[in-house]
C-alpha cells in the first residue's frame, strides 16, 4: 500500500509540474521583445525561407516598433524561424540535436513544412541585436540565420 501511495504522489508531482511548465510557459519572457498586439498597427515584414537561407537576411527595426512576420518556406524541407538572441539560439540548438523532431508554435518561433507560410506579430521592447535562425539540425550551421537591429 506504501508503494501505491508513494506512486501516486509521485504522479500527483508530476502533473502538477507538468501544468505548472506549461503556465510558465505562458508567462515566459523574451529577450528579444513581447509578443504584438493585433489592436495596434504594425510594419509587415515577409521573411522567405529556402534551402539554408533568410531573405532578408538582415534588418532594422525601431525599439517598440511592432512587426507583423509573414514568414513563408519556400524551399523543399522544413525550416524554422526562432527570434531570440545568439546565445539563447546557440543552446536551443543543442537542445534540437537531441530532440529531432521537436517543431515550435510559439509567440516567437514557428516551424514550417515546404510551401507553408505562418505569421508572427512582435512588439520590438528592448534596443541590442537579436537574430532569427532555423535550429532544425544543421541547419544554423550552414548559415541559417537572420539579424534584426534594434535601434
Avoid at 515566459?28 to 498586439?37: I, L, M, N, V, Y
Wanted: proline share 5%.
Amino acid at each position: 500500500m506504501r508503494v501505491f501511495s508513494t506512486v501516486l504522489a509521485i504522479a500527483a508531482l508530476a502533473a502538477g509540474a507538468s501544468a505548472s511548465a506549461h503556465d510558465h510557459a505562458r508567462r515566459q519572457s523574451f529577450s528579444a521583445g513581447e509578443p504584438g498586439d493585433p489592436r495596434k498597427p504594425a510594419r509587415t515584414i515577409e521573411i522567405v525561407m529556402s534551402e539554408m537561407a533568410y531573405e532578408p537576411w538582415s534588418i532594422e527595426v525601431k525599439r517598440g516598433e511592432q512587426i507583423r512576420f509573414i514568414i513563408r518556406n519556400a524551399g523543399t524541407e522544413d525550416h524554422e524561424f526562432l527570434l531570440a538572441t545568439t546565445r539563447e539560439n546557440l543552446a536551443h540548438a543543442q537542445m534540437m540535436k537531441k530532440h529531432r523532431h521537436m517543431r515550435h508554435d510559439e509567440p516567437n518561433a514557428v516551424t514550417l513544412s515546404p510551401k507553408k507560410s505562418a505569421e508572427l506579430l512582435w512588439k520590438f521592447t528592448k534596443a541590442g541585436t537579436f537574430e532569427y535562425s532555423c535550429l532544425i539540425p544543421d541547419h544554423r550551421e550552414y548559415g541559417m540565420t537572420g539579424r534584426v537591429t534594434v535601434k
